[in-house]
T-cell receptor, first 111, second 109 residues
Framework: NAGVTQTPKFRILKIGQSMTLQCTQD?????MYWYRQDPGMGLKLIYY???????DKGEVPNGYNVSRSTTEDFPLRLELAAPSQTSVYFC??????????FGDGTRLSIL | DAKTTQPNSMESNEEEPVHLPCNHS???????IHWYRQLPSQGPEYVIH???SNVNNRMASLAIAEDRKSSTLILHRATLRDAAVYYC??????????FGAGTRLTVKP
């Protein structure tokens, strides 16, 4: 099993550009999550989804959008990239109450 | 939100036990105590979790105080590969894990 796969691993964006961070899981988990991690800090929840067609905001949703059309995929969209969105983004999945499984992250720099 | 307090950093010698403390004085009765760790340049990795009783698995042991206001993650024999940031998290619903800054564990050979 591949687990949780995130693409791309690295990306540099210019201010105002848009992009989609991809996340896919092959474990048939119903819950999926997006987190961001700033240097020296813990992870903060951006959005989560409890199943296909259902999404909800986490702690820091501003500037991001998500969709969940399938069980496997949970893309994160940045519409107008800002320097404050420079961070490492992690996707995770789970079947509560079991633990979350994380991907290896996408390192995003916005210049 | 129920919060946790952990030391910023700890050091250990290789092959010695490590006790990583966590305080969670505002824990509610339904909160589970989860521990994750994050190795450099990787996503967090689940270590162990518990509710009231002490727990053991192949990676570690979790000792939970009787009043549940604190817990301790125990690595029985630290290895260099255990050097990571360890997060103690209260999971009060399945949708929201609030990570703190964690404890950075350094293992000396």
């Amino acid at each position: 099993n591949a687990g949780v796969t995130q693409t791309p691993k690295f990306r540099i964006l210019k201010i105002g550009q848009s992009m989609t961070l991809q996340c896919t899981q092959d474990m048939n988990h119903n819950y999926m999550y997006w987190y961001r991690q700033d240097p020296g800090m813990g992870l903060k929840l951006i959005y989560y989804s409890v199943g296909a067609g259902i999404t909800d905001k986490g702690e820091v949703p501003n500037g991001y959008n998500v969709s969940r059309s399938t069980t496997e995929d949970f893309p994160l969209r940045l519409e107008l990239a800002a320097p404050s969105q420079t961070s490492v983004y992690f996707c995770a999945s789970s079947v509560p109450p079991r633990p979350q499984h994380f991907g290896d992250g996408t390192r995003l720099s916005i210049l | 939100d129920a919060k946790t307090t952990q030391p910023n950093s700890m050091e250990s010698n290789e092959e010695e036990p490590v006790h990583l403390p966590c305080n969670h004085s505002t824990i509610s009765g339904t909160d589970y105590i989860h521990w994750y760790r994050q190795l450099p340049s990787q996503g967090p990795e689940y270590v162990i979790h518990g509710l009231t009783s002490n727990v053991n698995n192949r990676m570690a042991s979790l000792a939970i105080a009787e009043d549940r206001k604190s817990s301790t993650l125990i690595l029985h024999r630290a290895t260099l590969r255990d050097a990571a940031v360890y997060y103690c998290i209260l999971v009060y619903n399945n949708n929201d894990m609030r990570f703190g800054a964690g404890t950075r564990l350094t293992v000396k050979p």
